[in-house]
């Protein structure tokens, strides 16, 4: 049996698979610090002027940080500790996409949507799916589960169960997670506190380029109202303090009495007062030494 044409054949579809494994979808505008492009292209570390592939994995380290320039326009930023893959991209002649969807599993992206129309972008996390509606939004993809923050235009945001929740004003967040989709799930000052770590691309955009900028780092100060985990009471309202009352007058003390004579015993219920002669006198008599009005005789 002649195999040759099957060899050709397989040989022939290798080459069809290889050529649409690299097939070029977009470069990156600038890159700093450690991202690596494996799957799609060779494996290689990503630079200004990196041709970004179809199926291309891209990972950042802590630091990391890709701006990536697609065909139809669109704008990804790779992140610190993002994980993201361009799963899938079809486009036509016009230089429009007619599919794009991009897979992230963990860290921080951006995403900008380019001159496609809105139905050909999809956002998929192991925690759900992102429809994008003419739009840019930051995600962070932690522990806690998927946290999105809009920056302009509108998402549809969607858990793994298909519960679904659009978002459609600047500045609002959403986290994902089992337990469906969530929205204004912290305060400003959580948010403020922790926005480094949930949204970094939105707190520093000086490492961005302008195209790749959305102004967005008063979000996480002006427009975040969500409510927080943990319950925090309100401050009592402080008590006013008063002006201490003035103390009580003290009773007036008794007019001293005339100490008796240290030389006559007084002899109090006897009936009788004794003079300072020492004589003796009725009651209602008063008598002293001089003169006794009233003395018996």
Known sequence: MNLAPY????????ALSTIALAEKVGTTVEATRTVRATGGGKPRLVLIDTDIFANDRLRANAS????????????????????????????????TVKRLTISAT????????????????????????????????????TNRGTNIALLRGAVNVCD???????????????????????RD???????????QAL???????????????????????????????KIVPARPAPVPISAPAAPDPPEPSPPDASPPDPGVPNNPGNGQAVGNSGEKFNDGQRGNSTNAPGRNK
């Open 7 to 14: 060899a050709a054949a397989v040989i022939i579809f290798a």
């Open 199 to 229: 949204f970094p691309l939105l707190v520093n955009e000086t490492r961005l380029r302008r195209p790749f900028k959305q102004y967005a780092s008063g979000c996480t100060v002006r427009r975040a109202k969500l409510v927080p985990d």
């Open 106 to 141: 963990r860290g921080a992206f951006r995403f900008i949507s380019g001159n496609s129309k809105h139905t050909a972008y999809k956002i998929k996390t192991p925690n759900g799916t992102i429809g994008v509606r003419g739009t840019a939004f930051d995600v962070t993809i």
């Open 64 to 95: 990391g940080n890709a701006q990536i320039r697609l065909i139809d326009g669109t704008k990804i930023v790779v992140g610190p500790n993002a994980d993201v893959k361009i799963d899938d991209f079809v486009f036509d002649q016009n230089k």
């Open 185 to 195: 799930r912290l305060n400003s000052e959580v948010l403020h506190t922790q926005a």
């Open 160 to 182: 793994r169960g298909q519960r679904c929740q659009e978002i459609k004003n600047r500045c609002d967040y959403a986290l994902v997670n089992r337990r469906g989709v969530t």
